[in-house]
Nanobody, 126 residues
Framework: QVQLVESGGGLVQAGGSLRLSCAAS????????MGWFRQAPGKEREFVAA????????YYADSVKGRFTISRDNAKNTVYLQMNSLKSEDTAVYYC???????????????????WGQGTQVTVSS
């Protein structure tokens, strides 16, 4: 019962920053943990970051730790991904997703997410 609409993707130079937003419709946004995934051409979808339902806990792929920050504003039904120090290898289509799972260990797999956004392209020039 959740629809996700992403925005904020675009072209940015290496070393720059970009903030992705994912606006959720529905009445139960706060009951879902939220994740960001990405998929580059020729590669499998990979986990980027996730945040607990309350926003109290965040989880990151090793490749983005220290550079990306996930956050959420439950009052606005929105999750964000702040991306700093962007590298060319960050180029991908980024997807937000929602999962009702209770266990944080399940946040890392896209198979555990029930709802997905349409994706937004992030291109980092080098």
């Amino acid at each position: 019962q959740v629809q996700l609409v992403e925005s904020g993707g675009g072209l940015v130079q290496a070393g720059g920053s970009l903030r992705l937003s994912c606006a959720a419709s529905g009445r139960s946004f706060s009951t879902y943990a939220m994740g960001w995934f990405r998929q580059a051409p020729g590669k499998e979808r990979e986990f980027v970051a996730a945040i607990s339902r309350s926003g109290g806990s965040a989880y990151y792929a090793d490749s983005v730790k220290g550079r990306f920050t996930i956050s959420r504003d439950n009052a606005k039904n929105t999750v964000y991904l702040q991306m700093n120090s962007l590298k060319s290898e960050d180029t991908a289509v980024y997807y937000c997703a929602a999962t009702p799972t209770y266990y944080s260990s399940r946040y890392y797999s896209g198979n555990n997410y029930d709802y997905w956004g349409q994706g937004t392209q992030v291109t980092v020039s080098s």
